[in-house]
């Protein structure tokens, strides 16, 4: 009874148990081990019991601090990777249910392109595979569910309200030179067929035998 009592204790103790995750540019975030282990890097580093802080040299503040919102929301058990393909334009109804809150976070998050990325790359730093998942689900989306005159434009890193932004000149270009590549191939074509054809009727008439 009595070792019973202190196991649980001891575990009751690693549940509480509070680590501080420090970002690149020396951001202070403190969470709960169990939270944090959501990341495999994290859960493989607080192997060691006498780990307190961890440094994520490669992750800024800002980036971060969105990490650790979704690691306190989850409480330390990811969202398992959604269905695939995806098949909504609106994250809620690819996430599942019991996940709503998980696709207002990916949504609002997306809006801002160039964090958006950041965010995702640090998920692959941490390992944690649902929230990447959830990630790649909504590039997913925005590409699948967007008009095709806008596919050079929906992920375009400069967004930062969701908001598409006319297309940089150095696209409209590029399409200009594409157009007018397609226009020549296809004159090219015309010609070579119309020169197979003119070749092929001289020859019928070449073959053709006086009458």
């Known amino acids: 009874m009595e070792t019973g009592g202190l196991d649980e204790i001891d575990k009751k103790s690693d549940a509480e148990k509070e680590i501080i995750l420090i970002s690149g540019d020396g951001r202070n975030f403190p ?36 990490i ?21 334009k609106d994250m809620v109804n690819n996430v599942g249910k019991g996940n709503e809150w998980c696709a207002k976070f990916i949504d609002e998050e997306a809006k801002h392109r160039k964090n958006f990325y950041d965010m995702l790359l640090a998920t692959v730093r941490l390992d944690i595979k649902g929230l990447q998942n959830l990630g790649v689900g909504k ?31 150095s696209i409209v270009v590029e399409r200009k030179k594409e ?30 035998p006086k009458k």
Request: aromatic letters at 4%; charged letters at 45%; proline letters at 3%.
């Open 31 to 66: 969470i709960k081990a169990s939270y944090a282990s959501i990341s495999g890097m994290i859960k493989t580093s607080l192997l060691d019991q006498d780990t307190k802080e961890i440094t994520l040299k490669d992750i800024r503040g800002e980036i971060l601090e969105k």
């Open 179 to 208: 157009e007018e590549e397609r226009l020549r191939r296809r004159e090219e074509r015309k010609k070579a067929r119309e020169a197979k054809e003119a070749k092929e009727a001289e020859n019928k008439n070449t073959k053709t």
């Open 139 to 169: 590039i997913a989306s925005l590409l699948k569910f967007c008009d095709a005159s806008d596919l050079d434009r929906v992920l375009d890193p400069a967004i930062t309200d969701g908001k598409l932004l006319p297309l940089r000149e």
């Open 68 to 88: 650790v919102k979704y690691m306190e929301n989850r409480e330390g058990k990811d969202m398992e990777e959604m269905k695939w393909p995806i098949k909504h």
